[in-house]
């Protein structure tokens, strides 16, 4: 370990002001601030976030006073200490990512979970996963985290809930928090106050004074950071990566495949094939234009949204000073169906007592409102414009839709390009989001086709440019290039194997010994979503794919699938898994294929490899943990 000197007084007050010291403990600030409940949240694309803040929000109705908080953020080994506060409780929204992993925000306290000894001496908690039952590890982080607490001696004062992203995630977590607040209410001797007045957490201010050098115009963190960029980028500084090329993949059918290259040059970027892109997309300006004019707002005043509570870390709900304008095209998601409490809250702002009543009833726990919310909000479609479209009554003020409004997350793309062979240039497969909904509207995805009209050189002789960062994957390549590689993709899930194969390419020309190297692509029809056949051919003539195999589902009566032809090849597949080390990937749309893919699996070890179906599933559990069967799956 090397020395640590003090600095001098001056330059520890210089780098105060620098960095401001963020309070990390949650234990002193619950005692400062009187709370008794502290809802922490691991979240990646802001749904647990959102849900913790709601449950904050809610405890003042059930006697508790409760507070949000980051697991990133806060001394998270102070945990012990809760039972100093009297009647404190600690509830932890958690969901899950990749094999059953942690959120980055919570990978520490994940870790600290695992190798801590502390007695937790009765701290009270409950928890509440995010999860999609079409993954494998279901809830996996919810679960650990539950079962750990109590492991560690803390006392659950109500039952796991686990929500399903792939039903109806809204639902679960109204249904949980239902039965959840009369146990709170029962445990602590705590009355419901029945008290459901809205209760605001940023006020409105408009600056005096203002200087439009210090409104922030779609920057995620640092004030100009989109004028003078500095490296390192993550996702609170994106790079501004201009857009080098845009191409659509497909030469007929409805759909709009694209591909696109980034350039990266100068960025000091790096990447490997198969990580993640994030991009941090603009909404349409006529859903903004619209909202704007239902609401008789001027979308060009600035504003500040200031957090009530002066001792919240969360100062704004987004980046503020800042205009209506920016707020609904940067940072706000206005497209996806909006929550219950966003419904309950805006009822107030209906004049007709109709429409107040269908609001409260969508968000309320009872089976007519779930069924109504579920028809009318979820099935249908419907996101805050057309809610407003459709009830002609409701006319909320912006600045309280503007802050009860999620946050407009960064899209992810499995990088389409090995970062070995062009440093300089990420690219992107994507297929364009775009359908009718029920109400006849027509549903455009906000990054798909945002990114589809991004010109290469626009009107003016400007470069269109894409905010994003490189985020790390566990998608990789096989350390030695001489054991073979399944690669499974569908549809745009080729989009990391044209990385591989660029990067098993490269190999080759460096002289390395590269084993086999076999494609299984799933797509609708040859002359339509066939992407990158040029290219997959040309990489099969040069001898980098040794097998090209494309199921086209729907060229003939009946449905051929990339499972059926994994099957068909099954003996030579076991050799390559079992005797070879042959590393397997999959990728694409996690619904069914990834599961129908792994059975398949299953089917191959247990036919030809003899094994019976327990062991199979063993085997495969088993290449999982080697690193030999890697799945980047997203639904
Ligand atoms: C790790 C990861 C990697 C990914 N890699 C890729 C990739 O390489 N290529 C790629 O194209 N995408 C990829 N995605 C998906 C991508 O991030 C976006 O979700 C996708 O492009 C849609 O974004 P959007 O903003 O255009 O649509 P959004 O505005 O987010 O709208 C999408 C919504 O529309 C719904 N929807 C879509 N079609 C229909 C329909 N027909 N009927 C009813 N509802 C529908 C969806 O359920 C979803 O709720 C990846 C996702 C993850 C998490
Ligand atoms: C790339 C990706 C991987 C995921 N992996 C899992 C998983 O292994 N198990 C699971 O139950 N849910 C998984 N999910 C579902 C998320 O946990 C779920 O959508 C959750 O609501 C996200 O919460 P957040 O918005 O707070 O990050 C995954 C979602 C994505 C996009």
Known sequence: MGCVFPLPKERQEAAARVTPQRETSFIEKMKKTNRNMVVFYGSQTGTAEEFCGRLAKDAQRYGMSGMSADLEENDMSELPRLVEIDNSLAVFCMATYGEGDPTDNAQDFYDWMQETDEELNGVKFAVFGLGNKTYEHFNAMGKYTDKRLEELGGRRIYDLGMGDDDGNLEEDFVSWKEQFWPAVCEHFGVEATGDDTSIRQYELVFPTDINMNKVYTGEM??????????????????????????????????????????????SQIRYDSGDHVAVYPMNDVSIVNRIGQILDADLDTV?????????????????????????LTHYLDITNPPRTN???????????????????????????????????????????????????????????????????QARYYSIASSGKVYSNMVSICAVV??????????????????????????DNGHKATVPMYVRKSQFRLPFKASNPVVMIGLGTGIAPFMGFLQERGWMKEQGKDV?????????RHRNQDFMYQQELEEFEKV?????????????????VYVQHLLKKNNEHLWKLIHTDNAHIYICGDARNMARDVQNAFYDIAEEVGGLTHTQAVAYIKKLMTKGRYAQDVWS
């Open 433 to 458: 989001v775009e359908f009718q909904t029920s109400t006849g509207r027509s549903f455009k995805g906000v990054a798909t086709n945002w990114l589809k009209n991004k010109v290469v050189v626009t």
């Open 221 to 266: 963190g640092r004030l100009k950071s989109f004028e003078t960029q500095k490296p390192p980028f993550d996702a609170k500084n994106p790079y501004l990566a201009t857009v080098a090329v845009n191409r659509q993949l497909n030469q007929a059918g409805d759909r709009h495949l694209m591909h696109l290259e980034l350039d990266i040059s100068g």
């Open 342 to 408: 966003v419904l309950f809250e805006l009822a107030q702002y209906a004049t007709d007592p109709k429409d107040q009543d269908i609001l409260r009833k969508m968000a309320s726990a009872s089976p007519e409102g779930k069924g109504l919310y579920q028809s009318w909000v979820l099935d249908a479609q419907r996101n805050i414009l057309a809610v407003l479209e459709d009830m002609p009554s409701l006319h909320p003020a912006i600045d309280h839709l503007c802050e009860l409004l999620p946050r407009l």
């Open 515 to 523: 084993g086999e190297t076999i494609l299984y692509f799933g797509c």
């Open 543 to 559: 001898g980098v794919l040794t097998q090209l195999n494309v199921a086209f589902s729907r060229d003939q009566e009946e449905k």
């Open 303 to 327: 504003i500040s949204l200031n957090n009530l509570d002066g001792e919240s870390n969360k100062k704004h709900p987004f980046p503020c000073p800042t205009t209506y304008r920016t707020a």
